[in-house]
């Protein structure tokens, strides 16, 4: 019995030589030490040896089964480290190896968005926001806009229902504003907006705005002309020249539209601004009395003016771009030059 357990340990030791990995160390490890295994069915042949070897047996076949587990523990954790290693050897990145990253940065219309807020919080306005899908009542009732006005021709605004639609300005936010807060207000509201256009170098169905509402007592139209006229300077240019032509929106009165020096030909006359010297850049107005009153607030003690810009214009003209759908086509070989 004695070289029989002497025996087993080599012929561990042979095996354990061969084995490769997890699964086939485990077969082993049952083959010698499991309830069916050969250590344990030479330990069963202990209780027929003579009383007088047992003792000296027994302890050789105690130190034996431990030389086995360590053995086979030893072998365990070698597979474990090289199961490790080549994990790590095949997940390996090199951080070093050079790479070609394009750094993103800004869209031209996010730019100029950006100027535009720059300038207003500099005067103390706050930019808020509404809602693109919009009431009727937003959009067009409260703003003084009747029921049969051209407007709301189905041919310009995307209805939803008969009451919701899209809005087709940001200027329902103006109605929200003054819902929502007392006088005064000073406020900016950029936004999408949408119209029925189709797309071609100066339209889109899609397009971005930036609303100005200004309410308080004795708010002139001398503030509203002294704020879009620093405004036109602080984005085209401090020699820019703003003038002030009557228009008409439902809900401004008196309704103006700013237009600035042509950026091009400095008011000579050129193609860009089909040689009159100027160019359009925004609607304004004084707040009209029922607009105020929709608002919430008494016409009789409040005033205030409102404007509204296309963004996508004043980036067209600020950058020189003559076709808005190069701002929506995201060609990085356009926008990278910004
Ligand atoms: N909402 C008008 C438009 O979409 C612009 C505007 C806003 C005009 C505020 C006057 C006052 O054309």
Redesign the pocket.
């Known amino acids: 019995m004695k070289e029989e357990l002497i025996a087993l340990k080599s012929e561990l030791a042979e095996l354990l030589e061969r084995v490769n990995d997890l699964v086939e160390l485990n077969d082993l490890r049952a083959k010698f030490l499991g309830k069916k295994g050969k250590l344990t069915a030479i330990l069963r042949r202990m209780g027929e040896l003579p009383q007088e070897e047992r003792p000296f047996l027994g302890q050789l076949a105690n130190k034996i089964k431990e030389e086995i587990e360590f053995a086979i523990e030893e072998k365990n954790e070698k597979i474990k480290e090289r199961i490790k290693k080549d994990r790590l050897e095949k997940e390996k990145i090199d951080v070093t190896v050079p790479t070609k990253v394009i750094l993103g940065h800004r869209h031209p219309l996010s730019i100029v968005l950006n100027d535009i807020i720059d300038f207003f919080y500099g005067l103390g306005y706050e930019v808020v926001e509404g809602p693109e899908v919009e009431w009727d009542y937003y959009n067009f009732e409260a703003l003084n806009i009747p029921k049969d006005h051209p407007a709301r021709d189905l041919q310009d605004t995307f209805y939803i229902t008969d009451e919701i639609l899209l809005r087709?300005?940001?200027?329902p936010v103006q109605i929200r504003t003054m819902e929502r807060n007392k006088p005064p207000i000073k406020v900016i509201v950029p936004g999408r907006v949408f119209r029925s256009d189709a797309v071609d170098a100066t339209h889109s169905p899609v397009f971005h705005?930036v609303?100005g509402l200004v309410i308080g007592e004795d708010i002139t139209m001398a503030d509203l002309k002294g704020t879009l006229t620093a405004f036109a300077k602080a984005i085209f240019g401090e020699e820019r020249r703003t003038r002030f032509r009557p228009s008409f929106?439902p809900?401004?009165e008196p309704?103006a539209e700013m237009d600035i020096s042509c950026i091009s030909c400095n008011g000579k006359g050129c193609r860009l601004c089909s040689y009159t010297g100027w160019i359009e850049i925004l609607?304004?107005?004084m707040v009209h009395p029922n607009v105020i009153k929709n608002g919430g607030y008494d016409p009789e003690k409040f005033s205030g003016f409102?404007?509204?810009m296309g963004l996508e214009r004043i980036a067209l003209l600020k950058y020189n771009i003559d076709d808005m759908r190069l701002l929506f086509e995201n060609d990085l070989r356009f926008l990278s030059q910004f």
């Open positions: 087709t300005h940001t200027s705005q609303e929106f809900f401004t309704s609607g304004c107005g409102a404007f509204g």
